[in-house]
């Protein structure tokens, strides 16, 4: 059993910054691939960025690259996703999630075993 905890979140205006964590109970942190999503009011969840269990490969969604930096820190259980020149349309409740597939990096939420109870980030115009 993995259990994910997220903070950071928050009220910020269009170009500010905000850097998400993700706190993850469990020794088996270091194997596997993470994930985060978004879901905004009356869509689909939203793939946002993933990380391989080293941090070597990165995948991010069209509409965050070259924004949003996901990274971790296996010694603190910790995944984190920077986000810099936030923009209206990225207001969402923000989760992270573990996929224990080993398959690499993906961006389909049915590959995720676990998710954390999401963390509200809000961007005014």
């Known amino acids: 059993q993995v259990q994910l905890v997220e903070s950071g979140g928050g009220l910020v205006q269009t170009g500010d910054s905000l850097r998400l964590s993700c706190a993850a109970s469990?020794?088996?942190?270091?194997?596997?691939?993470m994930g985060w999503f978004r879901r905004a009011p009356t869509e689909d969840r939203e793939f946002v960025a993933a990380?391989?269990?080293?941090?070597?490969?990165?995948y991010y969604a069209d509409s965050v690259k070259g924004r949003f930096t996901i990274s971790r820190d296996n010694a603190n259980n910790t995944v984190y996703l920077q986000m810099n020149s936030l923009k209206p349309e990225d207001t969402a409740v923000y989760y992270c999630?573990?996929?224990?597939?080993?398959?690499?990096?993906?961006?389909?939420?049915?590959?995720?075993?676990?998710w954390g109870q999401g963390t509200q980030v809000t961007v005014s115009s």
């Open positions: 999630a573990v996929d224990r597939s080993l398959l690499g990096v993906s961006r389909r939420p049915q590959t995720y075993d676990y």
């Open positions: 990380i391989t269990e080293t941090g070597a490969i990165t």
């Open positions: 469990g020794r088996t942190f270091s194997t596997y691939s």
